[in-house]
C-alpha cells in the first residue's frame, strides 16, 4: 500500500480502479499542521491528466504494470495501430488523446515499450528523444538580429517545428517529444 506520501513523480497507483501515473507531486502545509499533497496525475488508460490533492489518511494500491516491446503499424486519422515486436498477429490501437502530444513524433515501424494492465495494452511510453528526417525546409536568411534565427521545418510524420537555419531538407534531427522541440542535428 502506498500512502499520500509516496506519490513522488513517476509512481504509478491505482485510484477508482484506474491506473495513474503521478507527473508533478507538491507537498503544501495548511493551517493547524495539516500537511496535504497536490499532484498532477495522469491516467494511463485514457490520457487524461487531472490535478487531485491527496490527505494524510489516503492510501492507494501500487500498480502492477508490465512493460513489452511494441511497434507502430501503422496510423490513420488519430488513431494508431501497434502490435507486440515478439507476436506480430497480437494488434492494437490507441487514439490520439490516450498517447498524448508525443504522437505527432511517430512513424511506422518505431520500436516503442507497451504498458500491459490487467492483461491488457492500455498506452505506450514515448522515447525521450526521436530521430526524424525534414523533408521540406525553406532556405535560412539571415536578417539583422541580435539572437540566432529560427525557421519552421516540416518532419517525415507531417510535423511542423522550429529548428535552426542551417538545417536543410533531407537532414536527419532529434525531437523532444515531451516538449516537441528541435534538440540537435543527427550525424
Do not use: W
Not at 487531485?52 to 492510501?59: E, M, S
Not at 538545417?167 to 532529434?174: A, H, L, W, Y
Request: one cysteine or more.
Amino acid at each position: 500500500m502506498l500512502s499520500y506520501f509516496d506519490l513522488r513523480k513517476g509512481v504509478e497507483f491505482i485510484l477508482e480502479g484506474q491506473p495513474y501515473e503521478v507527473l508533478e507531486f507538491q507537498q503544501i502545509y495548511k493551517a493547524q499542521d495539516m500537511v496535504v499533497a497536490r499532484t498532477k496525475i495522469r491516467n494511463l488508460i485514457s490520457g487524461k491528466v487531472l490535478e487531485k490533492t491527496f490527505h494524510q489518511g489516503d492510501n492507494f494500491e501500487e500498480a502492477e504494470l508490465e512493460k513489452i516491446e511494441v511497434k507502430l503499424v501503422y496510423s490513420h486519422r488519430g488513431n494508431f495501430c501497434f502490435s507486440e515486436t515478439k507476436n506480430p498477429s497480437k494488434r492494437f490501437q490507441l487514439s490520439e488523446e490516450q498517447i498524448g502530444e508525443g504522437c505527432k513524433f511517430l512513424k511506422a515501424g518505431q520500436a516503442l515499450i507497451g504498458i500491459k494492465f490487467q492483461e491488457k495494452i492500455i498506452n505506450i511510453i514515448l522515447p525521450i528523444k526521436v530521430r526524424l528526417k525534414v523533408i521540406e525546409a525553406p532556405p535560412g536568411v539571415k536578417g539583422e538580429r541580435a539572437q540566432y534565427g529560427t525557421k519552421p521545418v516540416t518532419l517525415e510524420t507531417g510535423t511542423i517545428i522550429n529548428v535552426p537555419l542551417f538545417v536543410k531538407t533531407n537532414d536527419v534531427i532529434e525531437v523532444n517529444t515531451g516538449t516537441g522541440e528541435y534538440v540537435r542535428r543527427a550525424e
